[in-house]
T-cell receptor, first 109, second 112 residues
Framework: KNEVEQSPQNLTAQEGEFITINCSYS?????LHWLQQHPGGGIVSLFM???GKKKHGRLIATINIQEKHSSLHITASHPRDSAVYIC???????????FGPGTSLSVIP | EPEVTQTPSHQVTQMGQEVILRCVPI?????FYWYRQILGQKVEFLVS????????KSEIFDDQFSVERPDGSNFTLKIRSTKLEDSAMYFC??????????FGEGSRLTVL
């Protein structure tokens, strides 16, 4: 069983829509990361969470430690948000990252 | 913003050849990692490196793979004798104070 699961696997949205990507994990963690991978392949860290909620621009990430669940929200989506969004966890500080399978998002103008 | 830089961005090699992928981590970071992503699959852990030695490695990281930090700045991944199934994107990453993750842009390896 995968330690990190994401849903949906693929998502197509119209520009301007509110988007939610969900992540669930089955292990104890020190932190959860939301990452963005563009078609060229590079990976960028969006958020690191250990509790609560963080916001950066149009992106909001939340985590519920008791339920082992996190969500990434994108408000007022834009075609430039099209990318693969990856949920990943670390069990302890400086531990290796365990990656989820990613959610491929396509935002259509 | 500090960056992790990787070279080459793309390498094409013949099966059986040796390949060295290079990474320049962020200077004051101490924990370094290599990950790989086979096309269409999720990112997988290869190896972590701390204090000039391997701290953890995955089942993928067999005897064909090695890592070193030869000069205190570069962090290299060597594949001794490449196989077709080594074709993938290889990512170098570092872990900063507080656990922040920094990834390089990746090195795409194609083995023919």
């Amino acid at each position: 069983k995968n330690e990190v699961e994401q849903s949906p696997q693929n998502l197509t949205a119209q520009e301007g829509e509110f988007i939610t990507i969900n992540c669930s994990y089955s292990v104890g963690i020190s932190a959860l990361h939301w990452l963005q991978q563009h078609p060229g392949g590079g990976i960028v860290s969006l958020f690191m969470l250990s509790s609560g909620k963080k916001k950066h621009g149009r992106l909001i990430a939340t985590i519920n430690i008791q339920e082992k669940h996190s969500s990434l929200h994108i408000t007022a989506s834009h075609p430039r948000d099209s990318a693969v969004y990856i949920c990943a966890v670390t069990k302890t500080s400086y531990d290796k990252v365990i990656f989820g399978p990613g959610t491929s998002l396509s935002v259509i103008p | 913003e500090p960056e992790v830089t990787q070279t080459p961005s793309h390498q094409v090699t013949q099966m059986g050849q040796e390949v060295i992928l290079r990474c320049v981590p962020i200077s004051n970071h101490l924990y370094f990692y290599w990950y790989r992503q086979i096309l269409g699959q999720k990112v997988e852990f290869l190896v972590s490196f701390y204090n000039n030695e391997i701290s953890e490695k995955s089942e993928i990281f067999d005897d064909q793979f090695s890592v070193e930090r030869p000069d205190g700045s570069n962090f290299t991944l060597k594949i001794r004798s490449t196989k077709l199934e080594d074709s993938a994107m290889y990512f170098c990453a570092t872990n900063g104070a507080g656990g922040g993750l920094f990834f390089g842009e990746g090195s795409r390896l194609t083995v023919l």
